[in-house]
């Protein structure tokens, strides 16, 4: 995987910002060993289940923080420095100073010659109009500047990090319509009032 091909066989210690409920770091940890997952979310139900995915790895140490990433940014430095500081689904969820400073946060926590990775969708052509057409309250909740690599080439760039790989992968895909869901589950909650 490029995961192995640049970060090689071990990776000591890495941190998922916004880990969630850990699936995202969940796949990345299986191609490669790691000793030490640390994750911070804001919503303890999602870090109950963090937990439990880690503990299925055998002899990895990890820990969750439930720690606003904004807010508590002097509690998350604390936390120490990392070989590999990780984000997926996170991101595209904010703009302007807040995007810049969770940019900030990867740097800041990732030790010297350590590496970042961030992940975000892209909703670049047809799934612009896709998302536009049949799933507005998924578009309306992203920011679309976020998913240009030049965001990243030019932050990280300025920082002299070597950058490795930027851009788009995978097979372009979307996904369910939110706006559905939303409508099924205020329903859902409506009928529950009555």
């Known amino acids: 995987s490029a995961f192995r091909y640049f970060l090689g066989e071990h990776v000591e210690s890495v941190l998922d910002l916004g ?12 191609q490669v060993s790691v000793n030490r997952v640390v994750g911070i979310d804001y919503r303890k139900e999602a870090l109950e289940e963090f937990n439990a995915r880690m503990s299925q790895h055998n002899n990895l ?27 997926g689904g996170l991101v595209e969820h904010f703009y302007g100073d807040s995007f810049v400073k969770l940019l900030q946060l990867h740097d800041q926590l990732c030790a ?31 920011n679309l500047m976020t998913m ?19 851009g788009y992968i995978g097979k372009p895909r ?12 205020n329903l859902d909650r409506q009928a529950l009032n009555y």
């Open 174 to 185: 979307v996904w369910g319509v939110t706006s559905l869901q939303y409508l099924n589950s």
């Open 19 to 30: 880990c969630g409920k850990g699936k995202y770091i969940d796949k990345l940890i299986q």
């Open 112 to 142: 010297k010659d350590g590496y970042v990775t961030i992940e975000v969708p892209n909703f670049a052509g047809f799934k612009y109009l896709w998302f536009y057409l049949f799933d507005r309250v998924a578009l309306d909740i992203h």
């Open 148 to 166: 240009l690599p030049i965001m990243y080439n030019e932050f990280f760039g300025s920082r002299n990090y070597k950058i490795h790989y930027s």
């Open 61 to 87: 140490k990890y820990q969750a923080y439930c720690l606003d990433l904004l807010k508590n940014d002097r509690e998350i430095m604390q936390i120490g420095q990392f070989d590999w500081v990780s984000s």
